[in-house]
């Protein structure tokens, strides 16, 4: 079974930094975009920031210049470095990664972790 598992949410005071992280585990051949999404409750889920297999990225506005997305193919984990963090950004993260679980024929799942808090306070 091929999963998400993220870590290191928490909470930080305005201006601090947190890293998170999301590990694809389990059987699979392949990982190709991966990307990160918050929600708010009672808002839709959105973007937050992309990398693509080679490694391109994309952010949204409200995190540029703050936030940086990577991955290392070597452990199958993607990261999210984010600096300082305002109260605004408080909302459940979440990854997301289309990965290749079969060959014979092609086949690619969208999968999604768990979701970590972040909470930053004023």
């Known amino acids: 079974q091929v999963q998400l598992v993220e870590s290191g949410g928490g909470f930080v005071q305005a201006g601090g930094s947190l890293r998170l992280s999301c590990e694809v585990s389990?059987?699979?051949?392949?990982?190709?975009?991966m990307g990160w999404y918050r929600q708010v409750p009672g808002n839709h889920r959105e973007s937050v920031a992309t990398?693509?297999?080679?490694?391109?990225?994309n952010y949204a506005d409200f995190v540029q210049g703050r936030f940086t997305i990577s991955r290392d193919s070597a452990k199958s984990t993607m990261y999210l470095q984010m600096n300082s963090l305002e109260p605004e950004d408080t909302a459940v993260y979440y990854c997301n990664a289309l990965v290749v679980v079969a060959t014979l024929p092609v086949l690619t799942k969208e999968l999604w972790g768990q979701g970590t808090q972040v909470t930053v306070s004023s």
């Open positions: 990398v693509t297999s080679g490694g391109s990225t």
């Open positions: 389990g059987r699979f051949f392949n990982i190709n975009d």
